[in-house]
């Protein structure tokens, strides 16, 4: 019965290993940001070598990648239902967060189709890239993503003065940027602080 | 005091932690005044550029002049809020990013629309001047599905962080509207971005007003 009954200083210490489990949470997002992160990049960049450079004529079809990260996403999602017990706060809020931008990205989609996707596609992706990364800089309290968001938007601004072609690289910049090294950056920062 | 008192176990710990946090969260009390102010406004601003179309009559002004005007009150409204909360939560902080996020994403959106517009209209003015029509292309009639995308964002991952329905119904109705208004013309868009602004903004705006007075009412009879 003793064993039960928990002492302040034992909820504390329950309470203090709840933080813990929640920081270790913030780190395992960084898995979401890579494979994102790697798989827009080769795609901007693939686009911008099949357009530009061999002049293919249906470039478009490198961003049918995007599928792979669809995939993934779903599997790691239910894995990480199953084998976590509590939600964290951090889980809740990125889970809003990234479901209400992956139906913008949705909602973007369809008004490109009508708009034409050759004309000005990139700039409102990399505005939106940059809302996503300083928004989950805030809520995992990580200063890299919330400057890589802020460069993205510059990137944004400055993609809009470049031809088609040059914002697809513009794209892959503000990925790598944005997503790719503060991902990295989040990882190693997880690794020292469980050595 | 009996030791069994002082002593929880550890589901009563747990519950003690769950309820603390719901606390924390229930104390995430906006006083509504901003969301009701910004739903008017756009909604204003929204139908008398319909009326200017309908009516064919043009205001000495820019209407949309009144959005840049609004963020002096709802800075003060920002600093009046803050002052009256005791603790700043965890929610507060990410709420307060993620509305700022949107603000400059609304800067963003207004620099890209207006610099594709100055690219555009010389080629739309030449088109007009050799086919002897206009182009069937009219980028005006993607402007409001752009700004409905970005009003759904904030609306909505507020509503759902806060688990406040009304704004979760009314990031859902902005995207809705986006699509409708990617088919429709400009006046329609225009009414359609109004009635968004009233339901995603305004409505919830005078639900959390009358949440926050009654909590505040409620707080005050504890206290007598």
Same mark, same amino acid.
């Given at each position: ?195 | ?36 102010? $910004? ?9 008398? /550029? ?31 809020? /803050? ?53 069937? =292309?009219?980028?005006?009639? =993607? ?25 979760? $119904?009314?990031?859902?109705?902005? $995207? ?24 995603? $903004? ?23």
């Amino acid at each position: 019965m003793q064993q039960e009954n928990f002492s302040p200083e034992q909820s504390l210490r329950l309470i203090q290993s709840m933080i813990s489990k929640t920081k270790q949470d913030m780190s395992d997002n960084s898995i979401y940001f890579l494979v994102w992160g790697w798989l827009t990049f080769f795609a901007s960049t693939g686009q911008f070598i099949l357009k530009h450079l061999l002049n293919y004529e249906k470039h478009y079809l490198v961003w049918m990648v995007v599928i792979i990260g669809i995939i993934f996403s779903i599997y790691q999602g239910k894995k990480e239902e199953k084998n976590s017990s509590v939600k964290t706060y951090v889980d809740e809020s990125m889970g809003h967060l990234w479901l209400g931008l992956a139906i913008s990205f949705f909602v973007l989609a369809m008004i490109l189709t009508k708009l034409g996707w050759g004309t000005v596609a990139f700039p409102f992706f990399i505005m939106l890239y940059g809302l996503g990364t300083f928004v989950s800089g805030s809520i995992i309290r990580f200063r890299p993503l919330i400057i890589g968001g802020i460069i993205a938007w510059a990137l944004a601004i400055g993609s809009t003065f470049v031809s088609y072609d040059y914002q697809m690289l513009f794209g892959a910049a503000a990925i790598l940027i944005s997503y790719i090294i503060p991902a990295y950056m989040l990882r190693s920062r997880n690794k020292t602080a469980n050595t | 005091m009996t030791q069994s008192e002082k002593q929880l176990t550890e589901k009563e710990s747990l519950d003690l932690i769950a309820m603390m946090i719901n606390k924390a969260k229930d104390s995430y009390h906006d006083t509504g005044i901003g969301a009701m102010m $910004w739903g008017t406004i756009v909604a204003v601003c929204s139908l008398v /550029k319909l009326a200017e179309l309908q009516f064919d009559f043009r205001l000495p002004f820019d209407i949309y002049w009144l959005t840049i005007l609004a963020i002096v009150p709802q800075i003060f409204i920002t600093i009046r809020e /803050k002052k009256e909360r005791k603790v700043k939560t965890y929610d507060d902080i990410y709420m307060d990013y993620l509305w700022l996020g949107f603000g400059i994403s609304i800067g963003l959106m207004i620099f890209i629309v207006n610099n594709v517009f100055s690219v555009w209209e010389p080629v739309s003015i030449e088109y007009t001047q050799l086919a002897g029509h206009s182009p069937a =292309f009219k980028f005006r009639e =993607f402007i409001a599905p752009l700004f409905l995308l970005l009003y759904g964002i904030p609306t909505f991952v507020t509503g759902a962080a806060c688990k406040f329905k009304p704004m979760l $119904w009314g990031g859902l109705l902005c $995207w809705v509207c986006c699509i409708v208004t990617i088919y429709t013309t400009i006046k329609i868009d225009l009414l359609l971005t109004a009635f968004s602004a009233v339901f995603a $903004w305004l409505i919830p705006g005078i639900i959390m007003e009358r949440d926050y007075r009654n909590a505040k009412r409620g707080l005050a009879q504890a206290n007598v």
